[in-house]
């Protein structure tokens, strides 16, 4: 087996400025690069006839968050979390409380802040096409 180093969390956006505009500007992720990228080679990768995308990296310290906006747009499944193939992103925060107090009166949670039974204080928001999001205290 390779040594694997992890590269980028990815998540699909239905527009792209919308959704950097909200991880740059509420959770205060830098803009990395943005770019473009089709062609044959492209949309066989992805396994989508005549694909395009709209990218943009962001540093998530220490990781990098790719938000992707497709052409042609898929169809939006609803899923919960304990659904297989659902998933989240998660961010370590001092204070989940200042956080979500913080927060533009638009932003959706799924619930109050938490403490779960392995001490651990967190919340789960949604991003602008509803991907889901975790504050949580280390």
Request: charged share 25%.
């Amino acid at each position: 087996m390779p040594d694997l180093t992890a590269h980028h969390v990815g998540l699909t956006v239905s527009e792209l400025d919308r959704a950097v505009e909200f991880y740059r500007d509420v959770l205060g992720l830098d803009v990395v690069s943005r770019f473009e990228v089709a062609g044959e080679a492209f949309s066989t990768a992805v396994a989508v006839d005549d694909a395009a995308g709209r990218f943009a990296h962001l540093d998530a310290g220490g990781v990098r968050l790719e938000l992707v906006e497709y052409d042609p747009e898929g169809d939006a499944t609803t899923s919960t979390l304990n659904q297989p193939g659902a998933c989240h992103v998660g961010f370590a925060v001092e204070d989940v409380d200042a956080v979500v107090a913080g927060l533009p009166d638009d932003v959706e949670t799924v619930s109050e802040p938490r403490t779960t039974a392995s001490g651990t204080r967190l919340v789960f928001l949604r991003d602008p096409d509803g991907n889901r999001i975790e504050l949580l205290e280390e």
